[in-house]
């Protein structure tokens, strides 16, 4: 399985961006992706993670309410929508996948995307 993370970019405090997680390759029926964060010097943050097939959706405190996941099941992608953006939402995003359960530890996800930067001004 391949994924390609995108919809990064620069945005001032309160604003929203919406990323994608385009997967590829030998697609899941069932399983898991989840979206992960990461700044320079920290481990890699839980954000969200939604079960392929029956769309439930777990989010991390620290973004309850302020952002979606989401999946396409036709397209084969999930989306992240982030809305009321706050600097120390600033990162790198990754997508990540697993046919395992749900985790918030990325030890748990066998595939990775590339990540792509969010950042957010104040």
């Known amino acids: 399985v391949q994924l390609q993370a995108s919809g990064g970019g620069l945005v001032q405090a309160g604003g929203s961006l919406r990323l994608s997680c385009a997967a590829s390759g030998r697609t899941f029926s069932s399983g898991v992706v989840g979206w992960f964060r990461q700044v320079p010097g920290k481990e890699r943050e839980f954000v969200a993670a939604?079960?392929?097939?029956?769309?439930?959706?777990y989010h991390a405190d620290s973004v309850k309410g302020r952002f979606t996941i989401s999946r396409d099941n036709a397209n084969n992608t999930v989306y992240l929508q982030m809305n009321s953006l706050k600097p120390e939402d600033t990162a790198v995003y990754y997508c990540?996948?697993?046919?395992?359960?749900?985790?918030?530890?990325?030890?748990?996800?066998?595939?990775w995307g590339q990540g792509t930067l969010v950042t957010v001004s104040s």
């Open positions: 990540a996948a697993t046919q395992g359960i749900v985790s918030s530890s990325p030890k748990s996800y066998n595939y």
């Open positions: 939604i079960n392929w097939s029956g769309g439930s959706t």
